[in-house]
């Protein structure tokens, strides 16, 4: 078997495929069997990075492999992880997984969709309609949810983190993932490396999980693309009239904005030229050096001196 999921979907969910089945270029597939990665990638943390190092199709998530993935920083014995709790976290995954599955064995009408959205309501205490009461019972969602729950509360102590409550301090998540994610770069450069499937990776002396980088290949790519010269890059000498975006409230919400805008100019911006594509009270600018720092982590931005930047792609 190994893990799944839908690379557009409006809720992520991963599940278990049996290695018999296909996937086809819309499907991610995970070459593992581990229940104790299906938990990790199932729970509120995972999500929370993939929502934001992602892309968007119209206003459904993309998940990326190079980003969502590949640079996503797993917890392990220096974080908190233990045997107890690794083999608690497999169990939740593998219950999660058996319960979807068996409840759309015994009812055609519930789908992995209808039952996130379903959960979400219930999340967030809003009314069901007739037709997502009868999903709610055929699907039984209580159920879903209080897996869903354990599991998050599972992985955060799995981090260290049981001090976060989510989803209210995503933020505060989303600060510390990019901050593992920099020790884990550091310890694979000093030849330390956690192997996701040490058996086959090491044997295969490849696959081990992206770090953070400044982009460099990116911006590679980019300048082979663009047939731009480092040295002759052009300055716009005017600034036309732009149009001014409400800065977001949320670290997850700012970060992609900023991404966006820096997509859209298509050259290279400074503190003021990006800080003027929004508006908002207090004092948010003070956060822009702090958001780039991060997409340039990502790989969704790069620094030209210090001084502009630019999108990387992504």
């Excluded at 102590?157 to 993932?177: C, F, H, I, V």
């Excluded at 594509?277 to 004092?283: E, I, L, P, S, V």
Aim: hydrophobic content about 40%.
């Amino acid at each position: 078997r190994y893990i799944a999921t839908v690379e557009t979907a409006k809720h992520r969910a991963f599940q278990f495929l049996d290695a018999s089945v296909l996937p086809d270029n819309r499907l991610i597939a995970i070459a593992l069997s581990d229940a104790l990665y299906l938990g990790f990638l199932s729970s509120a943390t995972h999500n929370a990075w993939a929502v934001v190092t992602g892309g968007t199709l119209e206003d459904r998530p993309v998940y990326a492999k190079t980003t969502c993935f590949e640079r996503f920083p797993f917890p392990a014995d220096d974080t908190g992880l233990t045997p107890q709790l690794a083999e608690r976290i497999r169990q939740l995954a593998e219950h999660i997984d058996t319960h979807r599955k068996a409840r759309q064995a015994a009812h055609a009408s519930v789908t992995i969709t209808g039952m996130y959205n379903v959960l979400e309501k219930l999340r967030n205490n809003a009314p069901l309609s007739a037709a997502e009461k009868t999903l709610n019972e055929h699907g039984l969602v209580g159920v879903l949810k209080s897996l869903h729950d354990e599991l998050d509360a599972a992985v955060l102590a799995a981090y260290g983190w049981a001090d976060l409550s989510l989803p209210a301090d995503t933020d505060a998540l989303l600060l510390r993932l990019v901050a593992l994610n920099t020790q884990r770069a550091n310890e694979e450069a000093a030849g330390l490396v956690r192997w996701l499937r040490p058996d086959f990776q090491r044997r295969a002396g490849q696959g081990e999980q992206t770090a953070f980088d400044s982009g460099t290949e990116v911006e590679a790519e980019t300048e082979v693309g663009a047939g731009a010269d480092a040295d002759t890059e052009k300055t716009p000498t005017a600034t036309p009239a732009i149009a001014q975006k409400p800065w977001p409230t949320g670290l997850a919400e700012q970060i992609k904005a900023v991404a966006q805008v820096l997509a859209d100019a298509g050259v290279g911006l400074d503190l003021d030229s990006l800080a003027a594509r929004f508006n908002g009270r207090g004092r948010w600018r003070d956060r822009l050096p702090t958001i780039l720092d991060t997409l340039e982590a990502l790989g969704r931005a790069r620094s030209q001196g210090g001084q502009r930047w630019v999108n990387a792609g992504g």
